[in-house]
């Protein structure tokens, strides 16, 4: 099974412009959540969405936005950016299940000047 | 609400030596927990996972943990580390009612010394 892609890997944006994120889960996988990764705040959740239905949403702003397609397939959205909103955008996917692992896509980097 | 705290956020330890990765964890509710470790530029890779079964849990490369309900800890071990384990490490929790959202610890940074 292929695992969980991310694109692009890489991205430079400047403070003002908006960015797209794409993730592809593991097949079979309807679970998918999006989490920003910064030295100083570490890994923290932004949301989750389980057949096209946001589940749950983390402590972020307006600004930050997800949906969630037919297929599984996953973007995100982040408006306005700032430049706090350097990060390594991970995605992961899961069964529907509590316990089920997160299976982690490689990050998109993220570098707003 | 859950919650996860790893102590120390860096660890060094010698080639050969014990690694213990301390994760405590916060849950009103019969916690799901997780280690997992991330390379430099790369996604976070399972290590192992605590779902309620057996207490101490093995894992891969040798890791296990072991849950202690009493002491509401998850720490990660090793018995003899090595090169290939530096890499940062996280603890996470998860519960029932929260669906699939992941409470992550800081993270802790393994340096292994040759």
């Known amino acids: 099974k292929a695992g969980v892609t991310q694109t692009p890997r890489y991205l430079i944006k400047t403070r003002g412009q908006q960015v797209t994120l794409s993730c592809s889960p593991i097949?079979?996988?309807?679970?998918v959540s999006w989490y920003q990764q910064t030295p100083g705040q570490g890994l923290q959740f932004l949301f989750e969405y389980f057949s096209e239905t946001q589940r749950n949403k983390g402590n972020f702003p307006g600004r930050f936005s997800g949906r969630q397609f037919s297929n599984s397939r996953s973007e995100m959205n982040v408006s306005t950016l700032e430049l706090g909103d350097s990060a390594l955008y991970l995605c992961?996917?899961?069964?529907?299940?509590?316990?089920?692992?997160?299976?982690f896509g490689p990050g998109t980097r993220l570098t707003v000047l | 609400a859950q919650s996860v705290t790893q102590l120390g956020s860096h660890v060094s330890v010698s080639e050969g030596a014990l690694v213990l990765l301390r994760c405590n964890y916060s849950?009103?509710?019969?916690?799901?927990l997780f280690w997992y470790v991330q390379y430099p530029n790369q996604g976070l890779q399972l290590l192992l996972k605590y779902t309620s079964a057996a207490t101490l849990v093995k894992g891969i490369n040798g890791f296990e943990a072991e849950f202690k309900k009493s002491e509401t800890s998850f720490h990660l071990t090793k018995p003899s580390a090595h090169m290939s384990d530096a890499a940062e490490y996280f603890c996470?929790?998860?519960?029932?009612?929260?669906?699939?959202?992941?409470?992550f610890g800081t993270g802790t940074s393994l340096t292994v010394i040759p």
């Open positions: 849950s009103s509710v019969p916690p799901y």
């Open positions: 992961a996917s899961s069964l529907e299940i509590a316990y089920n692992e997160q299976f």
């Open positions: 996470a929790v998860s519960a029932t009612n929260t669906g699939n959202q992941f409470y």
């Open positions: 097949s079979g996988h309807r679970s």
